[in-house]
């Protein structure tokens, strides 16, 4: 089925196309070149399809030029999203992270919350009194504001814009690089009053919030339960700002953490309802059309509902298409639509190629629809229920195959029972989305039915109760699990040799089983190798300490001034690295790291004058006159780690530039490393 589908002339398309798209990622372009490229290679797919219409044996060429086309036409449309072509964003009026400007903005999107902040996705109206475009992440004080803003709100705020930065320490989570892939190229912090312009912009965000808003409100006053509320919000609406740190901490090492934020599965469970409630209608074609729209405006009405965030309508989008696929009952074309989705999707947001949500929701429904009908060829129960239990499980098992390696490589984990949660909590999710989506319309018309809403309280409540009880079952969570990207792609070229293989298993998919198998292998000892014979010396940004790695080979050694564990902030140095904490040892003034002596100076400001160090590190903010220090030591470049005062900190750079000496403050530039 897979191979007939990879005939499909869109596949080959699609494929090309999304290959513009990473090799823009990697290698920006200039508009007019690609401008010029595309009018070339448009003129000469005209003249080849005439040559090929006239000469079928010249077919390929025609094939050769239409993917020469896709790929360039996928670095065009990256390149059209990429801020630096757009003269009027935002960016272009900010010369350096951390200068205060003055922004007119209207909220567009709420995100979860943090301990301190309440968070915003906002379009930008203007820069400084320049009319200017693009989107920008706001962070709220809570402290200032304790209420939420309406979607829609318009917005005079003032502060300092931050720039997006290489992370804190080696390995880390990119969020910078996160908020980017997303549109996002700034950050502002907000303490101070902002002025509020009480016009709002009256659109479908407006009123899309202003309907969770009510529907929430009337559940608060039914008295729904705090928790489950939150839940619920989340599940149907959206909404994860309320969801407390034990709840999600639960649903992420049961494996289930997907359902909390509105995806596929959601959406996907809609469809299928959808389609069995309607299934009843009369089999003509027009009553087909008419299903067909009942299910489209269902669906987009849902996104409403559930706020059109841009997870919500790439998951709408995707199943919009699927419905299309089912209408047409043809098997080959549920694996067509899903690339016209998906290439329609990339059109208008090609940076969602790089988007986790986006990857994991297409890599699911694929292997969905693949596996499945070959689980179900191998064994098919007679009894009914026992029928309805193993397509669960084939569907779970499915998905998670198809979802493992870009779970492991994003997240270094694997939760060891997803297919008992998948089990139970899928027949239980059903239910939920059900009643959960008939008490949210009739809380949207100001009535909440008790004998609708206490039991959905308690299907929650012991929703919860379940996914508790299977997080606590530790031994089966598997953490810190190495998997970079080499394994990444022999991953899942293994894992598509083994199902063809095991479709129809002849010699030479055996050969290629092994092959992939053999190339898996490969890359993880290699990987291991490589770090082996790596030595390296990191100063860690660590607030208000001092936190000092040496790495030889998979042998980790910590120096650190606090004796806490300092686990959360190494572990994805640890796991990168494929390594281990051998040591952990105290503080030394002085340090050696191959032909380089380090000296570290602490708040007694003691060192020896003698000592001609390569490495100065400056820690816990000593009183030392850093330019005699210099005229001492005369060392090749200072560091000062997060241990210290920023005033401190300040005035060491500024003597380091008078001095022409290298200067690194981890606060500001990260962790430091020697190799």
């Known amino acids: 089925m897979v191979m007939k589908v990879l005939h499909f002339p869109l596949a080959k398309v699609s494929l090309c196309f999304m290959a513009g798209i990473v090799c823009c990622h990697f290698h920006s372009c200039e508009p007019l070149w690609i401008l010029i490229a595309l009018v070339f290679l448009l003129a000469l797919l005209v003249s080849v399809h005439f040559l090929a219409t006239a000469h079928p044996k010249t077919k390929w060429i025609f094939g050769f030029v239409v993917g020469a086309f896709s790929f360039t036409s996928g670095i065009g449309a990256l390149s059209l999203n990429n801020a630096n072509f757009e003269q009027n964003h935002y960016i272009h009026h900010i010369k350096k992270s951390g200068e205060n400007h003055q922004l007119t903005v209207t909220l567009r999107e709420r995100l979860k919350t943090s301990a301190r902040y309440s968070r915003y996705v906002a379009n930008v109206e203007s820069t400084d009194n320049r009319q200017s475009k693009g989107k920008i992440l706001l962070h709220f004080d809570k402290t ?67 309907l969770r808003n009510r529907i929430l409100s009337n559940l608060q006053k039914a008295h729904f339960n705090p928790t489950g509320l939150a839940v619920i919000a989340a599940l149907i609406l959206g909404q994860q700002q309320d969801i407390s740190a034990d709840i999600l901490h639960d649903y992420q090492f049961a494996g289930a953490i997907h359902i909390l934020s509105v995806s596929g599965l959601h959406v996907g469970f809609i469809l299928l309802f959808l389609n069995f409630a309607l299934d009843r209608l009369p089999k003509t074609r027009a009553t087909a059309v008419l299903k067909l729209c009942i299910i ?172 508790g009880w299977i997080a606590s079952v530790e031994s089966f969570i598997f953490e810190d699990i190495p998997f970079n990207a080499a394994m990444l792609v022999s991953a899942y070229l293994l894992i598509v040799a083994l199902v063809f293989c095991f479709e129809k298993c002849n010699l030479g998919r055996l050969a290629w089983a092994l092959a992939a198998l053999l190339l898996f292998e490969s890359g993880y000892f290699a990987s291991k190798w490589t770090r082996r014979n790596e030595q390296e010396w990191i100063v860690f940004n660590a607030r208000k300490t001092t936190l000092i790695a040496q790495r030889d080979g998979d042998k980790v050694t910590i120096r650190s001034n606090q004796s806490k564990d300092q686990k959360k902030l190494l572990a994805p140095f640890l796991i990168a690295n494929f390594s281990e904490i051998t040591a952990t040892k105290p503080l030394q003034n002085t340090a050696y790291f191959k032909s380089q002596k380090i000296l570290l100076i602490d708040s007694l400001a003691l060192y020896p004058k003698d000592v001609c160090p390569d490495v100065v590190l400056l820690r816990q903010s000593p009183k030392i006159n850093l330019e005699r220090l210099l005229a001492d030591c005369k060392p090749k470049v200072i560091i000062a780690d997060a241990s210290n005062f920023k005033s401190y900190v300040k005035r060491w750079e500024r003597t380091c530039n008078q001095q022409k000496i290298p200067f690194h403050a981890t606060a500001e530039k990260g962790f430091y490393r020697l190799k």
């Open 144 to 210: 200032q504001f304790p209420d939420y803003f309406r979607i829609g709100t318009n917005l005079r705020v003032s502060g300092k814009v931050s720039l997006p930065k290489p992370p804190d320490n080696p390995d880390q989570f990119d969020y910078g690089k996160y908020l980017a892939n997303k549109s996002i190229l700034a950050q502002m912090y907000l303490y101070e009053p902002v002025s509020i312009d009480y016009h709002f912009d009256k659109d479908a965000f407006y009123y899309a919030d202003a």
């Open 296 to 467: 489209w405006c269902a669906l987009w009405g849902f996104a409403v509902l559930a706020g059109l965030s841009p997870s919500v309508v790439r998951s709408v989008t995707m199943f919009s298409f699927v419905a299309l696929g089912m209408h047409l009952k043809r098997q080959t074309n549920i694996f067509h639509t899903l690339l016209v989705s998906m290439l329609l999707i990339l059109l208008f947001e090609p940076s969602f190629l790089f988007d986790i949500g986006f990857q994991l929701s297409y890599l699911a429904l694929f292997f969905i629809l693949w596996l499945q009908p070959i689980f179900l060829k191998w064994y098919r129960p007679d009894n009914p229920i026992a029928e309805y239990f193993w397509q669960l499980l084939t569907v779970s098992f499915a998905a998670q195959i198809g979802t493992l390696p870009l779970s492991l490589y994003y997240f270094h984990q694997f939760p060891g029972l997803f297919f008992v949660t998948n089990l139970i909590i899928i027949p239980f999710l059903g239910v939920i989305m059900g009643l959960g989506v008939v008490v949210m319309l009739l809380a949207a018309l100001n009535c909440v039915p008790a004998f609708l809403a206490v039991p959905l309280e308690w299907s929650i409540a012991v929703l919860n109760k379940i996914i």
